[in-house]
């Protein structure tokens, strides 16, 4: 089950406490104060990983804690510092910080991003020592760490995303183009989650099926459309189904551009599919039609390999050649 969006309560480490202590040795009764500070909690930090189940996680731990500091100890010594944590999220994930709105998204593979910060650790007795106060008998606690709220929201990074209404025939194209196991059936139902699957060196992803209405929240379009932001080409499948097949394209249209003004300036290719449901004429009268209407579109089924393999080389190219721009 793909999560790609959950709210974490993240907490840094609490600072260890001061010591309070006084210096015992054999023929020196009156030896003074000498006990340490605590150590610094530790932080919070997230780093991208090329993974996008690992949200998943968050939904059984809401809450991250990082390690508290050692207390301080006897003979001045300082309490150990607590190691950091390190969590992962997947790749494209946008993290707000919900107290001021604050976005970071996590595109770089090499760096790691401060969530929460750890406390540093209470004075020991040591520290309290003056003239005017010789035996200081109290040290100070660890503070708290940095507590904050983040809202993660995943943001596939793919390079073809799959777009069209309920049963366009997206998850079977999903399937054949690569080796992903999506759902199918020969019965309309909704994907509830993206599907994804590897195209040599490059990531489809079926996104769940639009509806008019989804850039204002309706059905499950809204819920995915953001994972249409960062693909480099959007395949737009039409099924030969469709009563009105242009219709239908102006209205997903429609809906991305309301959605995002970057949506509408995607590459895009129109895809129509189960032509295997029409007969040799009618099929003939249909790409006449609609090859006027969309220029450079595809005609295909699954079940004709030769199909696929078209698509698949259409689609190397165009990816190819919009990472050239």
């Known amino acids: ?47 991208g990983e090329n993974n996008p189940y690992l949200l998943k996680k968050f939904r059984e731990m809401p809450l991250i804690q990082a390690e508290p500091g050692k207390p301080g100890g006897t003979n001045k010594k300082y309490g150990a510092n607590a190691p950091d944590t390190i969590i992962k999220v997947p790749f494209g994930t946008r993290i707000t910080r919900l107290v001021d709105g604050a976005v970071l998204e996590i595109l770089d593979k090499k760096k790691k991003y401060l969530l929460a910060k750890g406390a540093i650790g209470g004075r020991g007795n040591f520290e309290f020592k003056s003239a005017t106060n010789q035996t200081p008998r109290y040290a100070e606690p660890g503070r708290i760490g940095e507590i904050l709220n983040y809202q993660f929201d995943l943001m596939l990074i793919a390079d ?4 069209g209404l309920p049963n366009a025939g997206k998850s079977t194209l999903l399937n054949a183009l690569t080796d992903a196991d999506a759902k199918v059936a020969p019965y309309p139902f909704t994907t509830l989650e993206p599907n994804l699957g590897p195209l040599g060196d490059y990531i489809v992803a079926d996104i769940p099926g639009l509806i008019e209405g989804a850039s204002i929240g309706k059905g499950l379009g809204f819920q995915f459309l953001r994972h249409v932001e960062r693909t480099r080409l959007l395949v737009h499948c039409l099924s ?49 039609k609609f090859k006027k209407l969309f220029p450079g579109c595809l005609f295909l089924t699954v079940l004709v390999d030769e199909n696929i393999a078209t698509l698949r080389k259409t689609l190397l190219r165009l990816i190819k050649a919009e990472a050239i721009q």
């Open 1 to 47: 089950m793909l999560v790609d969006s959950i709210k974490v309560e993240v907490r840094g480490g609490r600072g260890g406490a001061g010591c309070v202590s006084f210096r015992r040795e054999k023929f020196i009764p009156r030896g003074g104060p000498d006990g340490g500070n605590g150590g610094w909690g530790g932080s919070v930090y997230v780093i």
């Open 160 to 163: 073809v995303g799959l777009i």
């Open 240 to 288: 030969v189904e469709n009563v009105d097949p242009q219709k239908t394209y102006q209205g997903i249209r429609k809906e991305l551009e309301t959605y995002s003004e970057k949506l509408a300036t995607l590459p895009e290719l129109v895809v129509f599919t189960k032509i295997d449901l029409l007969e040799e004429k009618e099929l003939k009268k249909f790409q006449i």
